[in-house]
């Protein structure tokens, strides 16, 4: 059975992706503003740029994830290497969710 901390870290990580790409290109875009430069373009910029770190920091750094994938396939847990895809599969939907959002907000494909 699926543990319930299975969950609610699924859960988790799809808000850390998400308010990492929102939450990093709207703050980043003040300093574009206080330096003269286009905020929406640098909510854009920012956005695109996010997206990785977003997701390594929604399933607790890249280390934490390698050591998992090691573990289940040298150690034969193979419910630990579905785990962690699911993890990184949720934090990929935050990422893509805040894109869209963002990409309505600034009326610009941020794809």
């Known amino acids: 059975?699926?543990?319930?901390?299975?969950?609610?870290?699924?859960?988790h990580c799809y808000f850390i992706a998400f308010g990492v790409v929102i939450g990093g290109a709207i703050i980043g875009s003040i300093g574009s503003f206080a330096t003269g430069n286009p905020p929406i373009s640098a909510i854009h910029r920012i956005a695109k740029s996010l997206r990785i770190w977003a997701?390594?920091?929604?399933?607790?750094?890249?280390?934490?994830?390698?050591?998992?994938?090691?573990?289940?396939?040298?150690?034969?847990?193979?419910?630990?290497?579905v785990k962690q895809a699911l993890y990184i599969f949720s934090a990929m939907a935050g990422v893509k969710t805040a894109m869209i959002i963002l990409s309505y907000f600034i009326q610009e494909d941020l794809s």
Request: hydrophobic share 55%; proline share 0%.
């Open 1 to 11: 059975m699926i543990e319930e901390r299975f969950f609610a870290g699924f859960i």
């Open 55 to 81: 997701i390594a920091a929604a399933i607790g750094g890249t280390f934490d994830a390698i050591a998992t994938f090691e573990r289940g396939i040298f150690e034969g847990s193979t419910f630990d290497i």
